[in-house]
């Protein structure tokens, strides 16, 4: 029986002429290596943002920080009783001032979301700004109290209402940047 000079009686380039199985191809003088020999590597994935899960998160959360601001509310006016927002002879629930309260912590959520859909459509790591953002404006708040001449006890206590709406449109906001941008 006669051995075989290749393997399984194929020749070494498998078909293809054996001058040019290892010879320098004059088309690409260096040998080049990876996936994209004959053609350009593909572009980048881009980031898609989902618009409607960044708005309906945005909404769901504006309707959250309004009841924050209500509860906050209640707790400081009819618990601690602490005269916040309106005079202790309006109850409490307040007077006006807790539903413009309510609404403006809604509608500081909303201005939230379309910040955090701008920095998701224009910014890496979108997260990361819009939580400092909201911390700083959070913060800003907070710190607005002790500029008036009212009792200590009132700048605390609406000190309190506003870090609470704060940290609920900042903890309920974040994760949607995370859900909403795809492909990073």
């Keep these: 029986m006669e051995t075989p000079h290749t393997p399984y009686g194929q020749d070494p380039g498998y078909g293809q002429d054996p001058h040019q199985l290892y010879g320098p191809d004059p088309a690409h003088p260096y040998p080049v290596y990876g996936p994209y020999v004959d053609s350009a590597p593909p572009p980048p994935p881009q980031s898609r943002v989902d618009a409607r899960k960044i708005w309906s998160g945005g909404l769901i959360t504006a309707l959250v920080a309004a009841l924050t601001a209500v509860a906050g509310v209640l707790l400081v006016r009819g618990v601690l009783g602490v005269a916040v927002f309106a005079p202790e002879r309006d109850g409490a629930m307040g007077d006006a001032s807790t539903g413009l309260l309510a609404g403006g912590a809604a509608v500081a959520a909303l201005v939230a979301t379309l910040l955090l859909h701008l920095l998701c459509l224009g910014t890496p790591q979108p997260g990361r700004f819009f939580s400092w953002i909201v911390a700083l404006a959070t913060l800003v708040m907070v710190l607005l109290p002790f ?25 309920l906001m974040t994760p949607v940047a995370r859900g909403a941008v795809r492909g990073r």
């Design 147 to 171: 500029t008036t001449s009212v009792a200590l006890v009132t700048k605390v206590g609406t000190a309190g209402v506003y870090l609470a709406v704060g940290l609920t449109i900042g903890m």
